[in-house]
Every structure is written in structure tokens, then in C-alpha cells.
């Protein structure tokens, strides 16, 4: 039974469209966060949110819109999508904020933007 | 600026020689430290992690760790390397402070094992 879970694994498109990605967890925790992992596989955190509450918005521009319906969901939402919006996305969770919580991490989404 | 390094971008080694891989940090003050590892085409998975202590620590799948406060480093280690253990390899820093869950990562370490 998968702890953290991204759809889609892959997502091509064309510069301009907007794609969402979804991220659910099974684990119970009240943490949630977006990574982008660029193609030096550099790992950055973009967004983490706590019981549904945003905590984390490390300077991504705005056409990326996180959303938490609820403690088990995090989803992305890109607008206008660019050529470097192209990396793997990455959903964790965690029990909480503290940093002494280790993160889960799902599997990853491939998002290649031509 | 708070960072983390991993000097060395690509390691090969033979399976069963032994492994170090380097992480040096900077922050403020001594941060909580984590080594995480990335299987192919898969999520990341903690291998270990250091709050305080015993600056020797141990994690799963027979990695230990070792915090030196004095080079800012936290060099990841294992005695005798198994081919499965080719993965890309991310040590990472948190905040002792400010709730927030953010982990600074390094760039990774990329490991080939020769068989």
C-alpha cells in the first residue's frame, strides 16, 4: 500500500498549457510539501503546508498554485506552463513541521514541457 | 547563506570495497543533518539522520555517519558496498528553530558500483 502517491508518473506538454499534479498519503500526517528537482537533480523545496495551512512559498512564481482540500491531499496547479518549468516534482509528507520528522517522499512526476 | 556540499558529483567503486561520501555544511548554528538516497526512477528514503549526541550514527541498510562539528561535515560511510546500493545519494540540513519542515539539500552524489 503506497505511503505517498503522485499522478500522473509522466506529464508532456506543449509551453502555455496548464497541468495539475496531484499527491495524496495514506500515512496520516498533518505535513505535506512540493520539491522541484531540476535537471541536475539539485532539490529544492517549493511549497509545504500544515493541516491544511500554507507554511512554505519559497519565491515560486505565482503560476504555480498549490491546493490541500484536505490533510491528505496536495495537489499542484501550474499555469502558463514554460520550457523551464520542465523537472521532476516531488510530494512529501510528515508527521509535522519539526525538521526532527522525517519526510516521506513520493515517487515522483516527470514533467516535461516542449 | 545556509548550503550544503557534496563535493564529489559521480563515484564508482567496486562492490564490496568500502564508501565514503563527503557532505559539508554551512548554517548558522549546527543544524539537524540527514542522508537520504534516491533509487532510480523512485522517491527519496532517509538513510540516516543526526539531532545530538553520539556523533557516530547508524542507519538502515548498513550506513553509518559521522558528525564533525569542527569541519562542518557529516560524511556518509559504509564498509562494504553492495551492488544494489547504486542510487544517488543527498545529504541534507534542518532547521533546529522556526518550524517550517524545510530541508536544504546538497547536489547529490551519484554512485556507479563495478561489479
Known amino acids: 500500500d503506497t505511503a505517498v502517491s503522485q499522478t500522473p508518473k509522466y506529464l508532456v506538454t506543449q509551453m502555455g498549457n496548464d497541468k495539475s499534479i496531484k499527491c495524496e498519503q495514506n500515512?496520516?500526517?498533518?505535513?505535506m510539501y512540493w520539491y522541484k528537482q531540476d535537471s541536475k537533480k539539485f532539490l529544492k523545496i517549493m511549497f509545504s503546508?500544515?493541516?491544511?495551512?500554507?507554511?512554505i512559498n519559497e519565491t515560486v512564481p505565482n503560476r504555480f498554485s498549490p491546493k490541500s482540500p484536505d490533510k491528505a491531499h496536495l495537489n499542484l496547479h501550474i499555469n502558463s506552463l514554460e520550457l523551464g518549468d520542465s523537472a521532476v516534482y516531488f510530494c512529501?509528507?510528515?508527521?509535522?513541521?519539526?525538521?526532527?520528522?522525517?519526510?516521506?517522499f513520493g515517487p515522483g512526476t516527470r514533467l516535461t514541457v516542449t | 547563506a545556509q548550503s550544503v556540499t557534496q563535493p564529489d558529483i559521480h563515484i564508482t567503486v567496486s562492490e564490496g570495497a568500502s564508501l565514503e561520501l563527503r557532505c559539508n555544511y554551512s548554517?548558522?548554528?549546527?543544524?539537524?543533518l540527514f542522508w537520504y538516497v534516491q533509487s532510480p526512477g523512485q522517491g527519496l528514503q532517509l538513510l540516516l539522520k543526526?539531532?545530538?549526541?553520539?556523533?557516530l550514527v547508524q542507519g538502515i541498510k548498513g550506513f553509518e555517519a559521522e558528525f564533525k562539528r569542527s569541519q562542518s561535515s557529516f560524511n556518509l560511510r559504509k564498509p562494504s558496498v553492495h551492488w544494489s546500493d547504486a542510487a544517488e545519494y543527498f545529504c541534507?540540513?534542518?532547521?533546529?528553530?522556526?518550524?517550517?519542515?524545510?530541508?536544504?539539500f546538497g547536489q547529490g552524489t551519484t554512485l556507479q558500483v563495478k561489479p
Open positions: 512529501a509528507s510528515s508527521v509535522g513541521l519539526a525538521s526532527t520528522y522525517e519526510q516521506y
Open positions: 500515512l496520516g500526517h498533518d505535513t
Open positions: 503546508y500544515n493541516n491544511k495551512e500554507l507554511i
Open positions: 548554517y548558522g548554528a549546527t543544524p539537524y
Open positions: 543526526y539531532f545530538s549526541g553520539d556523533t
Open positions: 541534507a540540513v534542518g532547521a533546529r528553530s522556526g518550524n517550517t519542515g524545510k530541508l536544504i
